[in-house]
């Protein structure tokens, strides 16, 4: 009995817990979701996987932005081989809701032709954007062509497009934080929240 009711008052506290850490962004309240070491913990875990497969290659990461400006920084201080970096700038989401249209905003201004190309995203949801990359990157007639992302939602995923390093796998919730963001805001935090 005395065990239960000790159960019961610490389920009580995380909850005020995570009241008390709640944040607001335009019109929604969000909740704590991911902490920043288990991300921190994600994009190493990737950085090594992504090492360890290409030791012998020069890779080219590059990071779509605006969402994954936070994970390529991260996954390159990770990454300690040689390695270079570049962005392309896509978007294809509005308030809380996939549009299922990628505009490219800022294209690719470098030859990648016999690269290896890890293109790195802070999540796949739909998966349009992976699928729009495949194509783009097809044209380019780069070495290898792989895919990284640090939130994957499985649920929501409704492409054939393999992804071959995957971070943290989430229920299809909307999430802000670590370069996500809710109509531009939330993305300055360094962890992630979950829509109440
Ligand atoms: P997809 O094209 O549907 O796979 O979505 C890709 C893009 O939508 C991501 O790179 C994000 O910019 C955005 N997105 C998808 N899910 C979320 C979310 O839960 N929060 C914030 N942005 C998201
Ligand atoms: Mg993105």
Do not use: W
């Amino acid at each position: 009995m005395m065990f239960i009711k000790c159960q019961i008052r610490i389920l009580y506290i995380c909850r005020l817990f995570k009241t008390l850490k709640m944040i607001q962004l335009h019109d929604k309240q969000f909740v704590p979701f991911i902490s920043a070491e288990e991300i921190d913990f994600a994009i190493a875990t990737m950085a090594a996987q992504v090492e360890a497969d290409f030791a012998d290659e020069i890779p080219v990461f590059v990071g779509v932005l605006n969402g994954a400006f936070m994970v390529v920084s991260d996954f390159m201080k990770h990454y300690k081989k040689p390695c270079e970096v570049s962005f392309i700038k896509l978007a294809s989401y509005e308030g809380t809701e996939s549009t299922n249209e990628v505009k490219q905003l800022i294209g690719l201004n470098q030859d990648l032709s016999g690269r290896t190309v890890i293109v790195i995203e802070d999540i796949v949801d739909t998966g349009n954007t992976v699928l729009e990359l495949k194509e783009l990157f097809k044209k380019q007639n780069v070495k290898h062509f792989k895919i990284a992302t640090l939130f994957f939602k499985p649920e929501a995923y409704k492409k054939e497009v393999k992804i071959d390093y995957i971070g943290i796998r989430i229920p299809n919730k909307f999430i802000v934080g670590f370069g996500l963001d809710y109509d531009g805001l939330g993305r300055n935090l360094p962890e992630v929240y979950q829509l109440k």
